[in-house]
């Protein structure tokens, strides 16, 4: 990205997170009782960090009001699914805007490639990629979804899942990259989103799981970082719109909902921006033990919290 779009679109993310504050100082569109704006506004920040990063955005959602004691989301289901809408929203605004040529590009590939019955160039081979891996994670999703509500999520999974899948991204990131994206068939493509799929359990990282899998396969960091990202974009459209329908322009939306909605929204498409920056930058230079580190010592933490007694094991 040229230097001054890419200044241009810093001040553009700059503006929208001041006026995200703006609206939470001035408590615009909140209830008494309900979410508060600055809570939203803290939600939104962890949940564009931690979908991007390979440490459970699921997860942490559920950490963060488990350790400040915010119970008005699991105590309301319909107000918790709107703002969830509003939360990957933002996260998908974010991608769609670091990566909107890579989706002009794939999106064209892939219908030239459906128009001519055939896969020939290295864009039309990815865009086939993206889309095989993208099935298996909406199956199991759709199929699953009121059993991994109902029996994921507690506190102690959560810790036992980070550190589990931790070592796995250790373990994938010793790998020597051999193999560019474009080399992977429809096959890998399917175990990637199987691979993808495991990330419905809190705790485990969609992008975790998925730049593991890249680099079980042989991509190096920066590809298996892209690919995950890129892999971000049809499964939350999906879930976005699907859920949007459902829950937001069918559904009876719950009072206060429109001021937590905005600000998570726009804090989650800010700071998911700066964590896509952020990670490609590090991954040109570094390995992924600095997110492993973290994810065993957040495990740690909550696994002693619980212990101590000082938080309990679930809501």
Same mark, same amino acid.
């Given at each position: 990205m040229p230097r001054v779009k890419r200044a241009a679109a810093w001040l553009a993310a700059a503006a929208a997170m001041l006026?995200?504050?703006?609206?939470?100082?001035?408590?615009?569109?909140?209830?008494?009782?309900? $979410?508060?704006?600055?809570? /939203? %506004?803290?939600? &939104? *920040?962890? +949940?564009? @960090?931690?979908?991007?990063?390979?440490?459970?955005?699921?997860?942490?959602?559920?950490?963060?009001?488990?350790?400040?004691?915010?119970?008005?989301?699991?105590?309301?289901?319909?107000?918790?699914?709107?703002?969830?809408?509003g939360l990957h929203l933002g996260t998908l605004v974010a991608v769609v805007a670091y990566f909107r040529r890579d989706v002009v590009t794939l999106t064209s590939a892939w219908f030239r490639s459906v128009l001519r019955r055939a896969i020939t160039t290295p864009e039309e081979r990815v865009a086939w990629l993206v889309a095989v891996a993208t099935v298996p994670a909406a199956i199991v999703g759709g199929l699953g979804e009121t059993v991994i509500a109902d029996r994921l999520g507690e506190p102690w999974q959560i810790a036992i899942l980070l550190a589990v899948f931790g070592v796995?991204?250790?373990?994938?990131?010793?790998?020597?990259?051999?193999?560019?994206?474009?080399? $992977?068939?429809?096959?890998? /493509? %399917?175990?990637? &989103? *199987?691979? +993808?799929? @495991?990330?419905?359990?809190?705790g485990v990282s969609r992008s975790g799981i998925t730049i593991s899998a890249a680099r079980f396969l042989g991509l190096d960091r920066d590809a298996a970082a892209r690919l995950s990202f890129l892999l971000l974009i049809p499964i939350t459209f999906g879930a976005v719109v699907f859920k949007g329908l459902s829950d937001v322009l069918l559904g009876d939306l719950p009072p206060g909902s429109l001021g937590p909605f905005v600000v998570g929204?726009?804090?989650?498409?800010?700071?998911g921006l700066g964590a896509i920056w952020g990670l490609l930058g590090y991954v040109r230079r570094h390995d992924y033990s600095v997110f492993v580190l973290y994810r065993l010592l957040v495990a740690a933490a909550i696994l002693l919290l619980i212990a101590a007694n000082v938080r309990p094991p679930g809501f």
């Open positions: 006026l995200a504050i703006g609206l939470a100082a001035l408590r615009v569109g909140e209830r008494e009782g309900a $979410l508060s704006n600055w809570q /939203a %506004l803290v939600l &939104g *920040l962890v +949940q564009g @960090l931690t979908e991007l990063l390979p440490i459970s955005s699921s997860g942490h959602l559920i950490l963060v009001p488990w350790l400040g004691d915010w119970t008005y989301l699991q105590e309301n289901d319909r107000f918790n699914q709107t703002f969830d809408v796995v991204l250790w373990a994938a990131d010793r790998r020597e990259p051999r193999r560019q994206m474009s080399d $992977l068939g429809l096959g890998t /493509a %399917l175990g990637v &989103g *199987l691979a +993808q799929s @495991l990330a419905l359990a809190p929204t726009i804090a989650a498409a800010v700071s």
